[in-house]
C-alpha cells in the first residue's frame, strides 16, 4: 500500500486500533459528553489540572460520572494523568475548541448516529435504512425541512462549512466568462446564489431544489432584497423525466452530484447539456476522496460517504475524480477548466459540451 492511501489509523499499534474501532461509538459518546458537560473547557482553562473530586465539584457532577469520563478521555488520548491531576491534550482541545472537529461531532452524533446502526442493511438494499431513525422519507432531502431544528442546525452548519470558503474561491472562477445567467441546481438554502448577485449586479439567478429546500431559500433571498434576481424553479432532478429549465450560460453545482447514483449523475448531466445555452458552461464543485491535501480531509470525505449509504439516499457516496471525468465524457462534456483545493479540499471542474468553448 503506498503511502497516500495509508489511513491514520493504520499506523497506530494495530492492536490499539482494533480497540479502538471496537469501542469507538461508546468512546465517541464519552468524548461528546466531556465537551458539552464542560469538562474539558474546565480543564482546558485551568492548565494545571484537577483531580477527579474537584472536576466532579466544578461541573456539578457526581464523582462516579465524572471518573467514568475522565477515564475514557485518558484512553481515548485527550486527557493526561499526573499527580493525581487530569490535563487537557491537543486531542482534547481540539475536541474542545476546533470548528471543524465541533460541526463533524454534532453532525455525526444528531444526523448519523442512530441510523449508523442500519448501515449494512442500508448496503444490502442499496436505501437509506438508517434515515427511518429522523422520519419516514424516501432520501433526506425530502425530509430536511420537515426535521428537528437540532438536526437541521447540525446538517447545514455541516453542509455550509465545507462550501462557505469554497464559494468565495470559486467566484472569481465561475464569473471570468461573465455568465448573465445562471442556473444554481440543488441550490439549498440560497447561500451560492446571494454571493453571485453580490459579486456580480448584473447576473440573473434561477435556483432549482426541491420545494422543502426552496422555502428556506424564499426566506433568504427576500431578506436580502433580491427577489427581482433570483428565480426558484422546484423540481425532483430524481425523477429523470424531470427537465431543467434552459438558456443558461452557466451551470453550477456545488456538493451536489455526490447525492446521486452514477446512473442517476449521467442522466443530470443530459439535462444539463440541454439546458445550456451555446458557449455555457458547466461547473461542478466536489470535494473528491483522491484529491484531498491531507489524510485529515481523506478521513472525513470517505466517512461522509457513510452518512450517504446509511442516511442521505444509500446509494451514493464521495467519488475519485477519473468516475465523475468519465461520466462527464458520456454526457458529452469536456473539462476545460481543473482547480483542486478551492476550499477544504474542493475541486472545480469547468465543462464545455461538445460544439464548443
Known amino acids: ?78 486527557l493526561e494523568l499526573e499527580d493525581n491531576r487530569y490535563r487537557v491534550t491537543v486531542v482534547g482541545r481540539l475536541i474542545q475548541r476546533d470548528r471543524m472537529t465541533r460541526i463533524n461531532m454534532d453532525f455525526v452524533h444528531d444526523v448519523c448516529y442512530q441510523a449508523g446502526f442500519h448501515l ?25 425541512a420537515e426535521c428537528s431544528e437540532q438536526v437541521r442546525d447540525s446538517w447545514f452548519s455541516f453542509d455550509h462549512y465545507y462550501s462557505d ?12 466568462h461573465k455568465p448573465r445567467s445562471l442556473l444554481d441546481v440543488g441550490g439549498n438554502t440560497g447561500r451560492w446564489s446571494l454571493q453571485c448577485c453580490k459579486y456580480d449586479p448584473d447576473v440573473r439567478i434561477t435556483i432549482m431544489d426541491l420545494p422543502g429546500q426552496l422555502d428556506d431559500a ?13 428565480t426558484l424553479h422546484a423540481g425532483n432532478l430524481l425523477d429523470p423525466d424531470v427537465p431543467m429549465p434552459t438558456g443558461f450560460d452557466a451551470i453550477w453545482m456545488s456538493q451536489f452530484l455526490d447525492c446521486f447514483s452514477e446512473e442517476q449523475i449521467l442522466t443530470i448531466l443530459q439535462r444539463s447539456a440541454k439546458a445550456l445555452a451555446p458557449g455555457g458552461r458547466l461547473h461542478i464543485l466536489e470535494t473528491y476522496w483522491n484529491r484531498q491535501p491531507n489524510e485529515t480531509a481523506r478521513y472525513c470525505v470517505v466517512g461522509t460517504s457513510l452518512y450517504f449509504a446509511a442516511v442521505a439516499n444509500g446509494n451514493s457516496k464521495m ?39
Open 1 to 78: 500500500m503506498s503511502e497516500s492511501t495509508r489511513s491514520p489509523v493504520a499506523k497506530m499499534d494495530p492492536t490499539v486500533a482494533a480497540q479502538a474501532l471496537a469501542f469507538g461509538p461508546l468512546i465517541f459518546q464519552a468524548a461528546r459528553v466531556l465537551r458539552d458537560s464542560g469538562i474539558l473547557e474546565l480543564l482546558d482553562e485551568h492548565p494545571a489540572g484537577y483531580d477527579d473530586v474537584e472536576v466532579a465539584k466544578r461541573t456539578s457532577m457526581s464523582v462516579y460520572s465524572a471518573r467514568v469520563l475522565l477515564e475514557a478521555g485518558l484512553v481515548a488520548g485527550m
Open 165 to 176: 470558503i469554497s464559494f468565495r474561491r470559486a467566484l472569481p472562477e465561475v464569473f471570468r
Open 218 to 230: 424564499r426566506v433568504a433571498i427576500e431578506e436580502a432584497g433580491l427577489a427581482d434576481r433570483v
Open 120 to 144: 449494512e442493511e442500508a448496503l444490502r438494499e442499496g436505501k437509506p435504512a438508517g434515515l427511518k431513525e429522523l422520519g419516514d422519507w424516501s432520501t433526506i432531502y425530502e425530509g430536511l
Open 319 to 357: 467519488y475519485h475524480s477519473d468516475r465523475m471525468i468519465e461520466l462527464l465524457g458520456r454526457a458529452g462534456f469536456r473539462t476545460v477548466h481543473d482547480v483542486d483545493n478551492l476550499g477544504p479540499g474542493h475541486t472545480l471542474l469547468s465543462c464545455v459540451h461538445d460544439g464548443g468553448e
